[in-house]
């Protein structure tokens, strides 16, 4: 076996934040203390021109619950992924043609 299958066995698989994920954010808050979220991943979004982390905060904090927060890239401190959704298989079908093309 050569050294470079040996070491593709050894690396662990590529971690994706995938949506659906069940994360635990830390992110700039108060001066005092970080602004702590739980929930889900919806996603990454863009709003005018910042890329933002959207999460579906859970029951943690009750008067949250299934709202959506969304935290700005350059205010995260931690991301913690509490329990990974596998990624789904991409799927590659033929581009949709009227009924003449087939």
């Known amino acids: 076996m050569s050294p470079e299958a040996e070491n593709d066995k050894k690396k662990p698989p590529a971690l994706l934040l995938t949506v659906g ?6 992110s700039a808050g108060g001066r005092e203390e970080a602004l702590l979220s739980n929930g889900l991943f919806r996603g990454l979004i863009s709003v005018g021109g910042d890329n933002q982390l959207a999460i579906e ?20 401190l931690a991301v913690d992924v509490v329990e990974a959704m596998k990624p789904e298989e991409e799927k590659r079908s033929a581009p949709h043609q009227p009924a003449y093309f087939r």
Do not use: C, H, W, Y
Not at 21 to 26: H, K
Not at 57 to 76: C, F, S, Y
């Open 21 to 26: 994920s069940r994360i635990r954010v830390r």
């Open 57 to 76: 905060l859970d029951d943690t904090v009750k008067e949250e619950k299934g709202r959506l927060r969304m935290i700005p890239l350059n205010a995260l």
